[in-house]
């Protein structure tokens, strides 16, 4: 028995999306499968399975929720937010249900996504948690200066958008070997659960270039809670203002961290690549 899926994109950062709202993914005797790690790792595969950077099931909504976006990277670990995949599969709901706005809901809480003008579809994705419990931090730091270094970047700032993440700012992002340093950092004791590591150029106070190292993942072309918390931390050093344009090598993402209720807002565009189905059952093991 072969499942219907989606590869869907945000500026390049790419999900393999299943549908599981209308009753749970069969295996090959029609039996209901539970997608584990390792299957999910699998299928994220580039080279033996379909290749994305996160792998998305969609799940039935409840209390005011539209949907329920369950994501995991493609070494298998559970994410609790994905900014690019809210966007797209708010995008896939709202276009079923021939509305402008929807709630998505993952394991770290509810996202209102609306769409706007010119295919762009903007996500509030809650406040940023500057605690170092909140990020988590392995012990009470400052995370507006977290004491780690790597070569020749140090003193990141530190928050959680759901998941942890840490913002070096660099005077200039072509001279950081970021795939030498990143795997390091995310595994850096300091972080308890690993963590996304954003490496960001500021060009001035309106516009930033970023690059991520995503926890599990590696270098991706956009990271949509990424480029949330590098908003958050540059405003928080002086950097920039509280609205900003943040160039990824897949694009811009234009970011807002609200000031009546420090939520952070993310506008960007969605896409879908292709169509297929797959035999889950060939990935169980």
Same mark, same amino acid.
């Given at each position: 028995? @072969?499942?219907?899926?989606?590869?869907?994109?945000?500026?390049?950062?790419?999900?393999?999306?299943?549908?599981?709202?209308?009753?749970?993914?069969?295996?090959?005797?029609?039996?209901?499968?539970?997608?584990? +790690?390792?299957?999910?790792?699998?299928?994220?595969?580039?080279?033996?399975?379909?290749?994305?950077?996160?792998?998305?099931?969609?799940?039935?909504?409840?209390?005011?929720?539209?949907?329920?976006?369950?994501?995991?990277? +493609?070494?298998?670990?559970?994410?609790?937010?994905?900014?690019?995949?809210?966007?797209?599969?708010?995008?896939?709901?709202?276009?079923?249900?021939?509305? *402008?706005?929807?709630?998505?809901?993952?394991?770290?809480?509810?996202?209102?996504?609306?769409?706007?003008?010119?295919?762009?579809?903007?996500?509030?994705?809650?406040p940023a948690r500057l605690g170092w419990?909140?990020?988590?931090?392995?012990?009470?730091? *400052?995370?507006?200066?977290?004491?780690?270094?790597?070569?020749?970047?140090?003193?990141?700032?530190?928050?959680?958008?759901?998941?942890?993440?840490?913002?070096?700012?660099v005077r200039d992002l072509d001279l950081?070997?970021?795939a030498e340093i990143g795997p390091g950092?995310?595994?850096?004791?300091?972080? !308890? *659960?690993?963590?996304?590591?954003?490496?960001?150029?500021?060009?001035? !106070?309106?516009?930033?270039?970023?690059?991520?190292?995503?926890?599990?993942?590696?270098?991706?072309?956009?990271?949509?809670?990424?480029?949330?918390?590098?908003?958050?931390?540059?405003?928080?050093?002086?950097?920039?203002?509280?609205?900003? @344009?943040?160039?990824?090598?897949?694009?811009?993402?234009?970011?807002?961290?609200?000031?009546?209720?420090?939520?952070?807002?993310? @506008?960007?565009?969605?896409?879908?690549?292709?169509?297929?189905?797959?035999?889950?059952?060939?990935?169980?093991?």
């Amino acid at each position: 028995m @072969t499942t219907p899926f989606r590869k869907m994109h945000g500026l390049g950062n790419d999900f393999v999306v299943l549908d599981a709202r209308r009753g749970p993914l069969l295996d090959a005797r029609a039996q209901p499968l539970a997608i584990m +790690p390792a299957a999910a790792a699998a299928i994220a595969d580039r080279h033996f399975g379909i290749g994305c950077d996160q792998f998305i099931v969609m799940e039935p909504g409840t209390d005011g929720a539209d949907v329920f976006m369950r994501i995991r990277n +493609p070494d298998g670990s559970e994410a609790g937010a994905c900014g690019n995949a809210t966007r797209c599969i708010a995008a896939l709901v709202a276009d079923e249900a021939g509305r *402008d706005r929807v709630v998505v809901r993952t394991i770290a809480g509810d996202l209102p996504v609306e769409r706007l003008p010119g295919g762009l579809w903007r996500a509030d994705m809650g406040p940023a948690r500057l605690g170092w419990q909140d990020v988590p931090l392995a012990r009470e730091v *400052d995370t507006l200066h977290v004491p780690l270094a790597r070569g020749a970047v140090a003193d990141p700032a530190a928050c959680s958008m759901g998941n942890p993440h840490a913002t070096f700012f660099v005077r200039d992002l072509d001279l950081v070997p970021v795939a030498e340093i990143g795997p390091g950092l995310e595994h850096d004791p300091i972080f !308890p *659960d690993r963590a996304n590591i954003g490496f960001a150029q500021i060009l001035s !106070p309106e516009h930033m270039r970023l690059v991520i190292w995503e926890r599990g993942a590696g270098i991706t072309l956009a990271c949509g809670s990424g480029a949330c918390a590098a908003m958050v931390n540059a405003h928080r050093r002086g950097l920039t203002g509280r609205r900003a @344009t943040i160039t990824m090598p897949g694009g811009d993402l234009r970011m807002e961290w609200r000031e009546a209720d420090g939520h952070v807002l993310m @506008t960007g565009p969605v896409a879908t690549a292709f169509t297929g189905t797959l035999d889950l059952s060939s990935f169980a093991g």
